[in-house]
C-alpha cells in the first residue's frame, strides 16, 4: 500500500479530554462509520476526504470520511499520494480492496502499521504497472447508480 497512498496517523483522545460538540470522532469500530462520539475538540488528526482505516480494534474495517473529523490513535487515515485523483469513488474502491484483506489479521497477526504499509492489495492497473484510477471511479460509480437505481424502483412501486 505504502507505494500508492499515504497512511497518516491518527492522535489518542480520552474520554477524560473530550468535550462534547459536533465534529465526528472516529474509532476503531466497524459500526455508524467508525464515528463513536461527537466533540469540540481539535488536534493534528483533523481531517477530510480520507479513508478512516482500523488497525486496531474491528481490524481492516475502513470507512470513506468526506466531512471533517478527528480520528483516535487506533485508527489510520488513508490517502491516494497522487491527490488528483483523491475522491469518494476511487477512496471507497481502495476500500473494498483493503477490506479484501481482513480475514488474515487476527489476534495473533496484528494489522499494525508496518503491516499496513507492506500490505499488498488488488488494484486496476494500466499497460504501464499504474493504477487505474478511471476505472475505478468509473466502476464505482456504476454501483452507486444501480443502488440507487433499484432503491428509487422501490419506492415508486
Known sequence: MEDVVQIINGVRLTKADMTAGTRPFVEASEGANGVT?????????LDSN????????S?????YHPYKALFSDDVRRVRWKDETVNNKYTLLYLSTAIARQRGKYTYGYKFNAQR????????PSLPDG??????????????EYDVLNEYLKRVNE
Open 37 to 45: 462520539e461527537f466533540v469540540d475538540n481539535i488536534n493534528a488528526s
Open 50 to 57: 480520507v479513508l478512516g482505516v482500523n488497525y486496531n480494534g
Open 59 to 63: 481490524v481492516g474495517f475502513s470507512f
Open 116 to 123: 499496513m504499509e507492506r500490505q499488498i492489495i488488488m488494484l
Open 130 to 143: 499504474a493504477p487505474d484510477f478511471a476505472y475505478m471511479e468509473h466502476i464505482m460509480r456504476v454501483m
